[in-house]
């Protein structure tokens, strides 16, 4: 089972910084928070991945929280073609064999 | 980097008849590879583990012998699905494992007829 919890959809104005936010209460702490997003009939896509520090990339930033019960991800500014399906997951990184388990996500709704 | 390719992106077979999906890691080796499905409207569902040189480990609930599975090479896995009957209809997606990271491969779109 998904370890994770999701809003199951969010909208966001186009322009507008989209915050999504996800909670897995049960990280243990060797698990990591990645995240995925899945646009229409495509193959899931990597966004960014963190342990307890804060990240950036270019595709967006991970917020997460002290205790690393909860995490955000921020896309600063939302176009209309980051609408899709992001998906919250915690796994353990430095292993190849380990599953990724996808929870139902949040669809993202980014509105002219 | 890092690219997995996956084909054919779509596929449409008749009933009884057995289909066969690519998933190649091109620009990495990757002892383990996943495959996945999708229904419409919902979330990807593992199907099993492919591991380079063994015997796919298959999750609970799907048919070894109907989704075989062959990783014989680190840089490619199949699945077959055999005797496919419409309600195999779905989307089926690989990714290919690397230690932090799962490359995703775009899909395949099949429709049993």
């Known amino acids: 089972d998904a370890k994770t919890t999701q809003p199951p959809s969010m909208d966001c104005a186009e322009g507008r910084a989209a915050n999504l936010p996800c909670n897995h209460s049960?990280?243990?702490?060797?698990?990591?928070v990645y995240w995925y997003r899945q646009i229409h009939s495509q193959g899931p896509q990597y966004i960014i991945h963190?342990?307890?520090n804060n990240e950036t990339n270019e595709m967006a930033s991970l917020i997460i929280t002290e205790d690393r019960k909860s995490s955000t991800l921020i896309l600063p500014h939302a176009t209309l073609r980051d609408t899709a399906v992001y998906y919250c997951?915690?796994?353990?990184?430095?292993?190849?064999?380990?599953?990724?388990?996808f929870g139902p996500g949040t669809s993202l709704s980014v509105i002219p | 980097g890092a690219v997995v390719s996956q084909h054919p992106s779509r596929v449409i077979c008749k009933s009884g008849t057995s289909v066969k999906i690519e998933c190649r890691s091109l620009?990495?080796?990757?002892?383990?590879m996943f495959w996945y499905r999708q229904f419409p409207k919902q979330s990807l569902m593992l199907m099993a583990t492919?591991?380079?040189?063994?015997?796919?480990?298959?999750e609970q609930g799907v048919e070894k012998d109907k989704f075989l599975i062959n990783h014989a090479s680190l840089t490619l896995s199949t699945l077959t699905v055999t005797s496919a009957h419409p309600e195999d209809s779905s989307f089926y997606i690989c990714?290919?494992?690397?230690?932090?990271?799962?490359?995703f491969g775009s899909g395949t779109r099949l429709t049993v007829v």
């Open positions: 990714s290919a494992a690397r230690p932090n990271f799962h490359t």
């Open positions: 049960t990280i243990s702490g060797n698990e990591y």
């Open positions: 963190g342990l307890k």
């Open positions: 997951i915690v796994r353990v990184a430095g292993t190849s064999y380990d599953k990724v388990i």
């Open positions: 620009d990495f080796q990757a002892t383990t």
């Open positions: 492919s591991n380079e040189g063994s015997k796919a480990t298959y």
